[in-house]
C-alpha cells in the first residue's frame, strides 16, 4: 500500500495445482515432506511471495492427511521465515 492503492489478493492456490507426493512408508515424518516440498516448491521459483497457500483443510484432504500434520509444516515454515501467517486471511509466501 505505497501509495494508498490495495494490492490486489491473490487467490490460494488449487490443490489440484498444488501437487505434493508423500511416501508414507519411508520412515520420513509427513510434516516434514509437505515443509520440504514447499520450500523447493519456492526455491524453484513456483511459489513466490505474496502467494497464497491452499488452507490447511483442503490440503490436509487432498493428501490424504490429518489437518494437524499440514498445520505443523505451515507452522515450521513460517518459523523458518519462508512463509507467514495472516489472521483470517490464510499463509502467504
Known amino acids: ?9 491473490r487467490r490460494a492456490i488449487e490443490p489440484i495445482a498444488f501437487a505434493i507426493a ?15 516440498q514447499i520450500v523447493d516448491r519456492i526455491a524453484a521459483g513456483e511459489l513466490t ?3 497464497r497457500l491452499p488452507p490447511v483443510r483442503r490440503l490436509a484432504k487432498q493428501l490424504g492427511i ?3 500434520t499440514v498445520a505443523k509444516a505451515y507452522k ?3 518459523e523458518a521465515g519462508f512463509v507467514e501467517g495472516r489472521a483470517g ?3 502467504h509466501v
Open 76 to 78: 515450521d515454515l513460517a
Open 1 to 9: 500500500m505505497a501509495n494508498g492503492l490495495r494490492q490486489p489478493r
Open 22 to 36: 508423500l511416501s508414507k512408508g519411508n520412515g520420513r515424518p509427513l510434516f516434514m515432506q509437505v515443509h520440504e
Open 89 to 91: 486471511g490464510g499463509t
Open 66 to 68: 490429518n489437518q494437524m
Open 49 to 51: 511471495p505474496g502467494m
